[in-house]
């Protein structure tokens, strides 16, 4: 029996995002369903099985929310797919819509979104929380039409406790991206901190480069940072830090460099701020550090500290505090032996536990129990609409 024609839908992600396309998109296509990525990108094209429906990039984030629910309509119904999965809360209406129409639809919540509005900087402190709230009732009222509701953390899937149909798929890294275990450098050699991912003023950018500063002289030291800053005016305030000259800035790299570049390094660095959205977030850049044998410095959050100090594979600090974050460094640059072990440590914990192959095994299971009606085949050509 045909298995239903897949639609991932995602108006504020990147075509080659690690959780929509790497691992949930590759893994329902080669799982025999398929599989669509709506998004915002500069051509149609065929990439592991998947195919990208490119929509327009959009001039600003305005632009993106106002043109979102025609385009992203127009586009989901001209694919023909059955079922139809979204990432992003400000498609909530085109789900609705979708499902309205007659498809199987997926939400994907990638955070807690009432708790992202309660660090949103840029709000008055005064409607954070009526805001989020808000928030809250919408995305709860809403998902009640949904057919299941895909969440990436233990603390999102508390929000959705209302849900017959709520999964948590963990975003885990994936065992072929780091199928082989790098040599590290000697003793006495340069030590290469890593941090890979976005960065802002909640992800500590400001104290990871303020932290490398206070190492002394003696640490043979090097961040290497591979990532996109934002704002744009953020770069522009940590290159002036005296920090920035032991800082090798990369800038944005594939997935597949950014394994590369990990097993070159000797220490990760994830030391997130403690803003809500946060404290219960599972960051694929911890457990990536981790599969690449790579000892942590992490965020000291209860929920971090289970898996950093539960496996033995790194030290948590007070991540508002660029000195703590330089003494945990220092710690690790000057103990090699005791990084190796950290680093062996987190990498077995992936192995046995923290992988994609066995959440991608529970995305497959879901998909298996919806049961969609079937849609119609797109009419005048791969893209239009029915």
């Known amino acids: 029996m045909r298995l239903p024609r897949v639609a991932m839908l ?60 025609p385009l992203m309509l127009r586009a989901a119904l001209g694919t023909g797919a059955e079922v139809c999965h979204f990432h992003d809360p400000e498609l909530i209406p085109v789900g609705l819509a979708l499902k309205a129409l007659g498809r199987s ?76 275990t790098p040599r590290r450098a000697g003793e006495g050699s340069e030590v290469v901190v890593a941090y890979s991912g976005g960065l802002t003023a909640a992800r500590g950018a400001r104290e990871m480069v303020a932290a490398v500063e206070r190492l002394p002289g003696r640490v043979q030291i090097r961040l290497v940072i591979l990532g996109r800053f934002w704002p744009e005016a953020l770069e522009q305030e940590v290159r002036v830090m005296p920090g920035f000259a032991r800082v090798d800035f990369r800038g944005w790299v594939s997935h597949a460099e950014v394994a590369e570049q990990l097993g070159r390094a000797e220490i990760g660095l994830v030391c997130f701020l403690p803003e809500p959205n946060h404290l219960e977030a599972g960051p694929n850049k911890l457990f990536e550090y981790m599969a690449a044998e790579l ?82 085949s797109p009419a005048g050509g791969r893209f239009a609409t029915p």
């Open 10 to 69: 995602s108006s504020a992600h990147e075509a080659s995002d690690i959780r929509i396309f790497q691992k949930e998109a590759r893994t329902l296509a080669r799982a025999g369903y398929d599989v669509t990525f709506v998004v915002p990108h500069d051509r149609d094209e065929v990439v592991d099985g998947v195919r990208v429906r490119a929509l327009a990039i959009p001039r600003s984030r305005l632009w993106r929310m106002l043109a979102s629910f």
């Open 105 to 180: 639809v997926v939400y994907d919540a990638h955070e807690d979104l009432p708790k992202s509005i309660l660090g949103k900087t840029y709000l008055p402190s005064w409607l954070r929380r009526p805001a989020a709230w808000a928030v809250h009732q919408v995305e709860k009222a809403a998902s009640g039409a949904f057919d299941l509701v895909v969440v990436a953390t233990e603390g999102i899937l508390r929000s959705f406790h209302h849900h017959p149909r709520a999964v948590l798929i963990r975003n885990y890294p994936m065992l072929s991206q780091f199928e082989s």
């Open 295 to 376: 000892p942590v410095v992490a965020s000291d959050f209860p929920a971090w500290r289970e898996i950093v100090e539960g496996n033995h594979c790194g030290i948590c600090v007070d991540p508002t505090n660029p000195d703590a974050i330089a003494t945990a460094i220092e710690y690790l640059a000057d103990h090699p032996a005791r990084r190796a072990e950290m680093g062996a440590n987190g990498r077995r914990a992936v192995l046995e536990w923290y992988n994609w192959e066995a959440e991608g095994r529970r995305l497959v299971a879901a998909y298996a129990g919806l049961r969609p009606r079937k849609a119609a």
